[in-house]
């Protein structure tokens, strides 16, 4: 059976790897006063700048279900079926359009709420492709990625959770909380929704925490890492020196985060991914 892979753009896969991996890929929008941007179309350095001095913060938005349609329609000659892996259904209404494009079409497919975002996402893209190469059956590779997010650890921190609250991910109380006390939060993804784990004052704290919970395991194996960051080069690389001392034999990723994921973060944030096996 030949079984393609289509996710989102919050997986924040370059060109190149998407070519090499062999996927496609159907961008969410930045609406800024009213237009709206393909994701995948700005770049993310002026991007980051816009947000830093924008008086209004930018909404995102969800493919409509015509962009995953065309798409699906694209790939029915090539494919058997498809899997379609999205961002957390928590956190996006791109699942929703997904699925109405999946009943549209003449093809088999399955779309996935991961519960993930960003390196979370693209690692389990990464494992379908290798599944995929290895004749894994459809049924078990939707069971897979269905349960993946088990595997995977999520730590971040904003420097302001205004975007956050702007955005709806979070509520005005815990908003207005963390500005109040001047504490530095860190959050977790948990079953696909954003849950505060802890709060810490100082950057090198917040560091040192971060790394110290996204590598508590419970007798797993670290498989590899994923850094990711907006305007935090420094602490990128304090993270990457830490994890390939600790962990010399695993591939840790870094990345600046794509424009959806930073209208949500805001123009400073710091993240680490971990899978587990």
Known sequence: MNIGIITDSTSALNNEEQEKLRIDVVSLYVNKDDTFFKATELSREEYYRELEIAKKIPKTSQPNPQDFQDVFEKRAGEFDALIVPVISQALSGTFDSAVLAADAVDIDVKVIDSKLINFGLEFLVRNLRNKINNNEEFDSLISYASDFYKQIKVM?????????????????????????????????????????????????????????????????????????????????????????????????????????VVTHLGPSAIGLFTEWI
């Open 156 to 260: 971040f921190s904003v420097d302001s959770l205004n975007y956050l609250y702007k955005g709806g991910r979070i509520g005005r109380a815990k908003a207005l909380m963390g500005g109040l006390l001047n504490m530095k939060p860190i959050i977790s993804l948990v079953e696909g929704e954003l849950h505060p784990v802890a709060s810490v004052r100082g950057n090198k704290k917040l560091i040192e925490r971060i790394v110290e919970l996204s590598l508590q395991s419970e007798n797993r194996k670290l498989k590899r890492a994923g850094i990711v960051h907006v305007n935090r080069e420094d602490d990128a690389k304090n993270i990457k020196n830490q994890l390939n001392e600790e962990y010399p034999d695993i591939n840790v990723f870094v990345k600046s985060a794509e424009p959806i």
